[in-house]
C-alpha cells in the first residue's frame, strides 16, 4: 500500500460547455465584438489580454484577463467545480478560462503584483500541468 496515497481520490476532471456559436465569431470576428456578444466566453476575454500584453499595456491586459478569469469560474462552478481539480487544457472549451488565468497572472507580475502573479502560476499549474507548460512556451 502507497501510503503517500490520497485514499480519498481526486476530484473528477471539470470541462465547461462548449459554445460553438462564440468559437465561429472569435474566429472570424473581433475578440471585443465577441465578448461584447458573448460576454461569458472566457476565450474572448483571453484574446483581448493576450492583445494587450502584446501591445505593452499590461493594466488593460489586467482587466481583460481579469474578467475572463471570473467569468470562467463562474461556469466552472456551475460545471459542478468545488475550487480545486483537474481543468483538462486538452478540453477545447477549457482554454479560455485556463488562457486568462495564465494572462492574469502575466498582467499582474507586470503591474508589481507579485502575490498575485505567484498565485495564478501555482492555480494554472495544479489546475492543469499541460496548460502551464503550453502557454510557458
Not at 493594466?59 to 481543468?87: E, F, N
Not at 502560476?121 to 489546475?127: E, I, N, Q, V
Request: with cysteine; charged share 25%; aromatic share 8%.
Amino acid at each position: 500500500m502507497d501510503l503517500s496515497q490520497n485514499l480519498l481520490g481526486e476530484p473528477p476532471a471539470t470541462r465547461l460547455p462548449e459554445n460553438e456559436e462564440a468559437r465561429a465569431a472569435l474566429a472570424a470576428g473581433d475578440p471585443a465584438e465577441v465578448a461584447a456578444r458573448f460576454p461569458a466566453y472566457s476565450a474572448a476575454w483571453a484574446t483581448l489580454a493576450e492583445r494587450a500584453l502584446a501591445a505593452g499595456d499590461p493594466v488593460a491586459a489586467y482587466a481583460y484577463a481579469r474578467t475572463g478569469y471570473h467569468r470562467g469560474l463562474d461556469q466552472l462552478r456551475r460545471s459542478g467545480w468545488k475550487g480545486h481539480g483537474p481543468i483538462p487544457w486538452e478540453h477545447e472549451a477549457n482554454r479560455g478560462f485556463l488562457r486568462s488565468l495564465h494572462a492574469l497572472g502575466r498582467a499582474a507580475a507586470e503591474i508589481g503584483e507579485t502575490d498575485e502573479a505567484e498565485r495564478c502560476s501555482t492555480f494554472l499549474r495544479d489546475s492543469s500541468a499541460e496548460a502551464a507548460a503550453a502557454l510557458s512556451s
